[in-house]
């Protein structure tokens, strides 16, 4: 999941960018109210983390003028100003939740899965493909019963293809919402990604879940799924 981080104190960017980045969410920061307006009309975020007083523009008018453009990912907002008012301007503008600070970062982190889980469907915490289970809260990984070691950004691949199990995902899809902005569109990254990923998940055990469409993309399918696509 790829998330803006919009914060213009330097040492709270970085240090809440690492800890999120651990728990293997790909990261954009942006230190101001226009490049959060720009970053986000121009990539494709899964969520946004929005803090309030900004340089340029405030985080109320960054999240009125999202709403704005149509853009309808979760925003949520983080301020060291807690008083009703600004809690509801927050929330009429367009937000969708609202942390004061200073704040747990562990309560923040069951606030983004919250957030990420709504849609047209409530999303579930844990998603079963044939015998490998994916605990998306736990981060953890079991398949055959067997838990399986990822790495953060292995972690990050799978969880995004499991979201979208049974349909083909194309590598442009994969660069949005698993890398961040500085991401070479021309390296073959996300190609070895999937190969670590196959081999963790799919060596010695049947079906073969992690299939490559040639010229489209991967998909993360049970046998059955992959012949009714």
Known sequence: ?????????????????????????????????E????????????????????????GFEVCRELRAEGLTFPILIL????????????????????????????????????????????RPETVEIADLSIDMRARRVRRGGRQIELTAKEYALLEYLARRAGEVVSRAEIAEHVWEENFDPF???IEVYVQ???????????????????????????????SDA
């Open 79 to 122: 301020t060291a100003r807690d008083a009703p008012p600004d809690r509801v301007a927050g929330l009429d503008m367009g937000a969708d939740d609202y942390l004061t600070k200073p704040f747990d970062f562990h309560e923040l982190l069951a606030r983004l899965r919250a957030l990420l889980r709504r849609g047209p469907a409530l």
């Open 196 to 226: 670590r990923l196959r081999r963790k998940i799919d060596e010695g055990h049947a079906p073969k879940l992690l299939r490559t469409r040639r010229g489209e993309g991967y998909m993360l399918a049970s046998a059955k799924e992959d």
């Open 1 to 33: 999941m790829r998330i803006l981080l919009v914060e213009d104190e330097p040492d709270a960017a970085q240090m809440l960018a690492k800890g999120l980045r651990e728990q293997s969410y790909a990261v954009d920061v942006a230190t101001d109210g």
């Open 35 to 58: 490049t959060a307006v720009y970053q986000a009309s121009v990539n494709d975020y899964d969520l946004v983390i929005l803090d309030v007083m900004l340089p340029l523009k405030d």
């Open 187 to 189: 390296s073959n990254l």
